[in-house]
C-alpha cells in the first residue's frame, strides 16, 4: 500500500488510520527489543529523540507530521526492501504507482547481486549505529543516491566506497585523492554526487568505521590520564603538565603532551568475526566452541625510517590464533539465529627480546638474563671483554652423558649439576607478587643484586595467566638472526661482527684454556704486533673467497628469497645488509651448502647440525614424538660448539636456542609465533605516516580509513580485501603461460612422445593401457618385463587410437575426453619460455640465463621398476627421484582442452646423482651425466620445483635445495590437511651423520693445523 498519506493533509481519515497503523508497529517493534523508549519520527524528533511516552510521539505526528522521506519505518521494525538496481527508489507522494511497481525494472542479475550486496551492508549498519541514527540516515541516502541522474549502475556509496578502497590500497596521499576526485567529477555528467574532496569522503565513510579512544598520558610514561585521573592536570606522580604551552609565557594550555591511542577491541572482534559468506558453506559450525585465543606482540618502531632515530612509536597488536582462513565464528550465530557470549583469552606474547622484558618484568640482561632458567644460570664474566656470557649447556645432557666428564674441551671442570625444570606460573607469580612497580621515565629501579624482576606486569590480573605453561614466547626469528650473524661473522672475521678478537684471546689465557690459541705478541721496526694463531673456525683467505663465489653465484626461484648475490662482497669477502628473512634461509639452507669442502670435518658437522636443527623447528608439521629426540640433538650440538667456538659466542641469543623445543611441545610450530607478519604489518603502519608532525595520529587515521574499506569490501564482492600482496598464483593451480608464447611444429617423433607422456599419467586411459599390456603378454609369453614396457610404449599411441575408434562403431560408452586424446594433439604446439603452475612459475633453462631468478630446476617422482644394470632381470618397485632441467615447455592442443608437459634434461640416477656423507639427504647432481631415458616429458602437474647450489667441492657437482610454494588461497584449498600436503618438503634434511668419536675427542680439534693465516692486531699507542 502506498504512503502518500504521510505527506497529506492531518485530518483526513487515512493519516488518522495511517498513525495507528504505525503506533501498532512502534509497539510490536518496542516489545521484541525490550526497549525502554521509541524514536520519535516526526519533523524536530528526526527519529534522533526517544520518547517513553507513546501517546506523546502520537501528539508529535498530528501537529508536527512525519519528517521527510520516511517511507520505510525502518528505527521501528520495519526491513528496507531490495532495490532492483543502484538507482533510488523514492515514494513519490504524487504517483499512483503501487510498491509493487516500483520493482518492475530490474536489471541483470549482476546487477541485483550488487543491490543485495549493498542492502546486506545497511542491514548490519543498522546495529553499529543504533545510537547515531542521524549517521545512518546519512549513509542510507548516499546508498540510495544515484551516482548522477539516470544512473543505474552506481549509487554515490558505492563509488565513494570503491575510490576509497582504491585510496587505501595505494597509500595515496589526501592531496592526490582530492585531484583524483576532481576529475572524476568533470568526467562524470552534470549533476552528479561525487564529493569534492577527500574531506567530504571521508565525512560520508566515517559512520562506517569503529571508534577510536585518544587517552593523555604523562609525559614520563607515569601514567595515562583515565577513569578517576581523567579531570587531571598533571601527573600526580611527578609533576609533569599534562598539556604542552601555547607559547613561553601563555597561560593558554596546549594540545596533550603525550597521547596513547586505543582501538577499542570489543567491537572489532564483534565486527571481525562476524558470519558473512562463511553461514551459507558451513552452516554446522554453529556448533563448534567459538571462544577467541588471542595473542599479543609489541615492538618499537621508527615512523620516520632512516630520517630519525630519536622518535619510537610502540604499537601493540592482537592476533586472533583459532580462526584460520577456512573458518569463522560470530557474534550472532545465522544458523541457529541466536546470540551468545563470546570470550576471548590472551594465551601469549610475541616479542623480540628486550621487549620481552618490558611486558614480563623480568630483567633480561646481567648475570641471570634468561626469564626460564633464571638463578639457575651460571654466567661467566669475561674480564677483556667485559659481557657475560652463558656456555653452561653440559647440565641439560643426560646424566652420565661422557661430555659431563670432559675438562679440557670445556672451561676446566667437570659438570655435575642437572638443569632445573621451569617454575609454573603459580611458581612464578609466589615470587613477584610483593615487587614493588612504579611506571615513568623518572623512576629509575635500583639494581638489587639477586633481584631478577623489576616490576609486576598487569598481564598478571588476568585471572587465568598463571595457569600457563608459556606466557612469553621466544621470538625464533631474532634468534636465528642474531645466530646467523654470529657464526658467520667469526666464519669471515667481520668486524663489528665476530666473536673472536684480541681480548676473547686474553680471557682464554686469563681462564687458562686452549693454551694453543692464546695470543702471541711480536715486535718489529713498525712496532708490537699481536698475533692469534687460526682457530678451527678461522678461515684462510682462499676458503673465505671460495664461500663467498659459492653464495654469489646462487640464483633461487621467483619469491624465494631476496637475491642472494646483493648481498655479497667479493672485494673485501664479507656479507653485508641481511635482514632477518636473509639470516633465515642462509642457516635453513645455504650455509651447510657454502660450507662442504671448508673448514675442518668437525666444526662443519656442528654447524651443519645446527641448520638442521633451525630448519626441523621451521616446518609447517612437527612430530610430537621426535621432539624429545630433536631436544637432546640440540643440546650436544650446542655443547661441541662450546668445545670448538670461543666463549663470547655464547651470548644471551645463543642460551635460548636450549628452551625452543619445550616451547614448541607447550605452544605448537614455531611458524605461527614468530615476528615475520608483525614485523610486515609494522612496516605496513610506518607507511602510513603520511604527516610527520603528528606521526601517530597519522598511522591512525590510516588504519581507521583501511578498516572502513575492509568492512565495504566485506560485502562488495569486486573490491579486493586489503592486506598481503595478491600472489600471481592465487585463485588457481591450473597452468598458465607467463612469457615467450610461440607457436611451434615439432618433429612427429619428439611430439608423439610428449603425447604418450599424457596417456600414461591420465587415470581415464589406465584401462586402456592394462588392456594393451595383457594383449603384449598374451602375444609375446616369453618377453621380458623390460622388454615387454618398451614394445608397450613403442605401439600404445597407434593402439590406443585404433582401439577408441572400434569401441565407438560399436556405439560403446566412451567418454569425450578419451575420444579427444585417442585423435591425438593438433600437429601445432604452444610454446613457452615461462608457466605458472601448482603455484610454482617454472622457467626454461634458456630463460634462466637471461634472469636474475632460477625457475628452470625441476624434481619428478614416479613409482617404477628399477633395474640395477641392463642386464639386471631382478627389478624392484620403488619410489624414485628424478632431477632435472626443463629444456621446453608446450601445451598440447586436444581442441577441446589443452595439457602442459615439461621437456626436461635429466641426470642419471646411477652414476650422475649421490648423496653427501654428511647429509644422508642432500642430493648432489652432476648433469654431464645424463640419463639415457627415452622418456623426457612430464606432466606439468607433477613437477616439483627445486634448485641448484654450485658445490665447493667440485663444480661439475650440483646441490639441490627445494623449491617452496604458499598456495593458501587458491581453489579447493580449504582446509588444514590440504594445505599441509603442499609444503610437506622440507627445505633441507632433517638428518645428520654423526661424528666418529674419535675426531670428536682430538686435542688439535682448537687450532687449524692446514694453514697458518692467524689474525694480526696492530697495537697503537
Known amino acids: 500500500m502506498s504512503r502518500r498519506w504521510m505527506y497529506g493533509d492531518h485530518t483526513t481519515a487515512e493519516y488518522l488510520s495511517g498513525v495507528a497503523e504505525f503506533i501498532r508497529c512502534a509497539l510490536a517493534h518496542q516489545r521484541s527489543t525490550k526497549a525502554e523508549k521509541i524514536y520519535c519520527p516526526c519533523r524536530d524528533c528526526n527519529n534522533i529523540k526517544r520518547l517513553g511516552d507513546i501517546d506523546e510521539i502520537e501528539d508529535h505526528l498530528f501537529r508536527r507530521g512525519f519528517k521527510q522521506d520516511y517511507h520505510v519505518w525502518f528505527w521501528h521494525g520495519e526491513t528496507i526492501p531490495d532495490r532492483p538496481s543502484s538507482s533510488v527508489h523514492e515514494f513519490d507522494v504524487q504517483s499512483n504507482e503501487s510498491d509493487d511497481d516500483i520493482y518492475e525494472n530490474n536489471e541483470t542479475d549482476d546487477d541485483e547481486e550488487e543491490d543485495d550486496e549493498i542492502n546486506e551492508m545497511m542491514d548490519g549498519l543498522k546495529d553499529h549505529l543504533d545510537e547515531r541514527p542521524q549517521m545512518f540516515e546519512q549513509v542510507s541516502k548516499a546508498a540510495e543516491t544515484p551516482l548522477y541522474p539516470g544512473c543505474t549502475k552506481f549509487s554515490k556509496l558505492e563509488c565513494v566506497s570503491i575510490l576509497y578502497n582504491l585510496k587505501c590500497k595505494g597509500g595515496w596521499r589526501d592531496e592526490h585523492f582530492d585531484t583524483l576526485l576532481e576529475w572524476v567529477g568533470e568526467f562524470l555528467p552534470e549533476g552528479n554526487d561525487i564529493p569534492t574532496s577527500t574531506y567530504y569522503a571521508r565525512k560520508l565513510m566515517c559512520p562506517l568505521g569503529l571508534e577510536v579512544d585518544k587517552i593523555d598520558a604523562c609525559p614520563n610514561d607515569c601514567m595515562l590520564y583515565r577513569k578517576e585521573h581523567e579531570h587531571l592536570d598533571e601527573c600526580p606522580t611527578c609533576g609533569a603538565s599534562r598539556y604542552k604551552r601555547k607559547g613561553a609565557n601563555s597561560a593558554k594550555r596546549g594540545p596533550p603532551a603525550k597521547s596513547l591511542w586505543y582501538l577499542p577491541i570489543i567491537p572489532r572482534f564483534e565486527h571481525y568475526v562476524q558470519w558473512r559468506n562463511i553461514d551459507k558453506k558451513y552452516p554446522e559450525f554453529g556448533k563448534e566452541v567459538r571462544n577467541l585465543r588471542l595473542a599479543l606482540c609489541e615492538d618499537g618502531v621508527n615512523p620516520y625510517g632512516t630520517l630519525s632515530s630519536q622518535h619510537s612509536t610502540w604499537p601493540v597488536l592482537l592476533a586472533i590464533y583459532n580462526l584460520p582462513p577456512w573458518l569463522c565464528v560470530s557474534m550472532f550465530d545465522a544458523h541457529t539465529n541466536s546470540s551468545f557470549t563470546l570470550r576471548a583469552m590472551v594465551f601469549c606474547t610475541i616479542n623480540d627480546f628486550p621487549a620481552y622484558g618490558n611486558l614480563s618484568g623480568y630483567k633480561t640482561k646481567g648475570e641471570q638474563a634468561c626469564p626460564i632458567c633464571e638463578e639457575d644460570m651460571k654466567p661467566t664474566w669475561l674480564h677483556n671483554f667485559k659481557k657475560n656470557v652463558y656456555p653452561d649447556f653440559r647440565k641439560h645432557l643426560s646424566r652420565y652423558h661422557p661430555y659431563r666428564k670432559k675438562k679440557k674441551e670445556f672451561n676446566g671442570f667437570t659438570e655435575e649439576r642437572v638443569a632445573r625444570t621451569p617454575l609454573t606460573g603459580s611458581q612464578v607469580y609466589e615470587r613477584i607478587k610483593n615487587v614493588e612497580t612504579k611506571y615513568g621515565k623518572c623512576y629509575k629501579s635500583k639494581s638489587k643484586k639477586g633481584v631478577l624482576w623489576k616490576k609486576v606486569s598487569p598481564l598478571w590480573d588476568l585471572p587465568y595467566w598463571r595457569d600457563l605453561s608459556v606466557r612469553h614466547c621466544l621470538d625464533v626469528m631474532h634468534i636465528e638472526k642474531n645466530v646467523c650473524d654470529a657464526i658467520i661473522g667469526t666464519l669471515l672475521n667481520m668486524p663489528g661482527k665476530t666473536k673472536d678478537n684480541e681480548n676473547v684471546r686474553k680471557d682464554m689465557k686469563k681462564r687458562n684454556i686452549r693454551p694453543d690459541l692464546w695470543p702471541v705478541e711480536k715486535s718489529g721496526a713498525g712496532g708490537t704486533k699481536t698475533y692469534l694463531p687460526p682457530a678451527c673456525y678461522t678461515m684462510s683467505r682462499k676458503e673465505k673467497k671460495q664461500f663467498c663465489e659459492c653464495l654469489h653465484g646462487i640464483k633461487v626461484p621467483s619469491g624465494y628469497s631476496s637475491n642472494v648475490k646483493r648481498l655479497v662482497s667479493l672485494s673485501d669477502l664479507r656479507l653485508v645488509g641481511m635482514k632477518s628473512h636473509d639470516c633465515h634461509v642462509m642457516i635453513n639452507v645455504f650455509l651447510p651448502i657454502a660450507l662442504r669442502g671448508i673448514l675442518p670435518k668437525h666444526v662443519r658437522h656442528v654447524i ?211 575420444q579427444w586424446l585417442a585423435r591425438g594433439p593438433r600437429l601445432c604446439v604452444l610454446s613457452y619460455e615461462g608457466y605458472d603452475i601448482n603455484g610454482f612459475t617454472f622457467y626454461t633453462r634458456r630463460q634462466d640465463e637471461k634472469s636474475v631468478v632460477q625457475n628452470s630446476g625441476v624434481k619428478h617422482v614416479a613409482a617404477s621398476r628399477v633395474y640395477a644394470s641392463a642386464k639386471d632381470r631382478r627389478p624392484v618397485d620403488a619410489t624414485q627421484s628424478y632431477y632435472g632441467v626443463i629444456e621446453e615447455i608446450w601445451e598440447l592442443d586436444y581442441n577441446k582442452f589443452t595439457i602442459p608437459v615439461f621437456r626436461c634434461k635429466w641426470a642419471n640416477n646411477h652414476n650422475g646423482v649421490k648423496q653427501d656423507e654428511i ?103
Open 919 to 1021: 647429509f644422508p639427504g642432500l642430493t648432489l647432481v652432476n648433469f654431464d651425466r645424463l640419463s639415457d631415458s627415452d622418456e623426457p616429458f612430464i606432466l606439468a602437474s607433477q613437477a616439483k620445483q627445486i634448485f641448484y647450489v654450485v658445490d665447493n667441492v667440485d663444480p661439475i657437482w650440483r646441490a639441490v635445495a627445494q623449491g617452496k610454494r604458499n598456495i593458501l588461497g587458491i581453489d579447493d584449498v580449504v582446509d588444514e590437511d590440504e594445505y599441509d600436503k603442499y609444503d610437506e618438503t622440507p627445505l633441507l634434511p632433517t638428518a645428520v651423520q654423526p661424528l666418529p668419536e674419535e675426531e670428536d675427542a682430538n686435542n688439535t680439534n682448537h687450532m687449524r693445523t692446514d694453514h697458518r693465516e692467524g689474525i694480526w692486531v696492530i697495537n697503537r699507542k
Open 608 to 818: 651443519t647440525k645446527l641448520c638442521v636443527f633451525f630448519n626441523s623447528i621451521c616446518a609447517k608439521v612437527i612430530d610430537p614424538e621426535k621432539l624429545d629426540s630433536l631436544h637432546n640433538d640440540i643440546v650436544e650440538t650446542l655443547c661441541r660448539f662450546e668445545m670448538y667456538f670461543p666463549p663470547s659466542f655464547f651470548d644471551i641469543m645463543v642460551h635460548l636456542i636450549v628452551h625452543l623445543v619445550r616451547e614448541i611441545k607447550l605452544c605448537g610450530p614455531v611458524f605461527l609465533r614468530w615476528m615475520y607478519p608483525f614485523e610486515r604489518f609494522f612496516g605496513h603502519l610506518k607507511d602510513k605516516t603520511k604527516n610527520r608532525a603528528r606521526p601517530e595520529g597519522s598511522i591512525i587515521r590510516g588504519v581507521l580509513e583501511e578498516e572502513i574499506s575492509q568492512y565495504v569490501a566485506e560485502f562488495l564482492t569486486r573490491l579486493e580485501q586489503i592486506g598481503l600482496p595478491k600472489s600471481r598464483h592465487a585463485g588457481r593451480l591450473e597452468g598458465h603461460g607467463v612469457i615467450g608464447k610461440n607457436v611451434i611444429s615439432p618433429p612427429s617423433e619428439r611430439k608423439n612422445k610428449a603425447h604418450l607422456c599424457v596417456l600414461q599419467h591420465l587415470t581415464e586411459v589406465n584401462p586402456y593401457i592394462d588392456k594393451h599390456l595383457l594383449e603384449l603378454q598374451q602375444k609375446n609369453p616369453k618377453l621380458k618385463e623390460r622388454a615387454l614396457m618398451q614394445e608397450h610404449n613403442r605401439t600404445f599411441v597407434d593402439w590406443f587410437k585404433k582401439e577408441v575408434a572400434e569401441e565407438m562403431k560399436k556405439n560403446l560408452d566412451v567418454s569425450e575426453m578419451v
